[in-house]
């Protein structure tokens, strides 16, 4: 009976008085809401990849780029785009720096689609230095990714 009255209060507090500065919430040495948001203290993310803005923006990021480039070419309305996706990222990750990733949601960048001869997505291009170096169209696993981003920085 204790506990329900205990949750009962907890949940009648309003944001208001939690924020209060007056709240005995607020009063610990801490003066935040750790509780709140947990996702505060982990570690920043590292972001692998990047959405492509416009022509101009592909020719920066990806063409003029520096290291090998993996264009993951994609819809929103595509269920292996989404499983491919994350695990592109994940592969790419493992890299830690050598390579980048640029996502091209084909619906906004018809234009590239077009140019780089996508026909169907998920389509994934790698480009060194300007140049297509290498490209599969599909899903794959986990190994297959790796072996893929391997041989694409050359190792």
């Known amino acids: 009976m204790a506990h329900r009255l205990l ?3 907890v949940w009648s507090l309003s944001l208001k008085e939690l924020c209060s500065p007056s709240s005995p919430f607020l009063r610990s ?3 935040s809401l750790s509780f ?3 996702s505060l203290h982990l570690a920043p993310r590292r972001q692998v990849s990047f959405n492509v803005q416009d022509h101009e923006d592909f020719t920066e990021r990806v063409i003029n780029n520096q290291l ?5 070419f994609h819809a929103q309305w595509c269920g292996p ?3 491919l996706g994350p695990r592109l990222e994940k592969a790419v990750a493992k890299q830690k720096g050598k390579v980048a990733m640029a996502k091209v949601d084909i619906d906004d960048h018809t234009d590239l689609a077009i140019e780089y001869g996508v026909s169907a997505v998920p389509t994934v291009i790698a480009m060194r230095g300007g140049d297509v170096i290498d490209q599969f169209v599909g899903i ?3 190994d297959q990714l790796d072996s893929f981003v391997s041989k694409v920085i050359g190792q």
Do not use: E, M, Y
Not at 68 to 72: A, G, H, K, N, Q
């Open 7 to 9: 949750v009962c209060r």
């Open 29 to 31: 040495s801490s003066a």
């Open 36 to 38: 709140l948001s947990p």
């Open 68 to 72: 090998p480039v993996l264009i993951d």
């Open 81 to 83: 785009c989404k499983i």
């Open 140 to 142: 794959k696993d986990d």
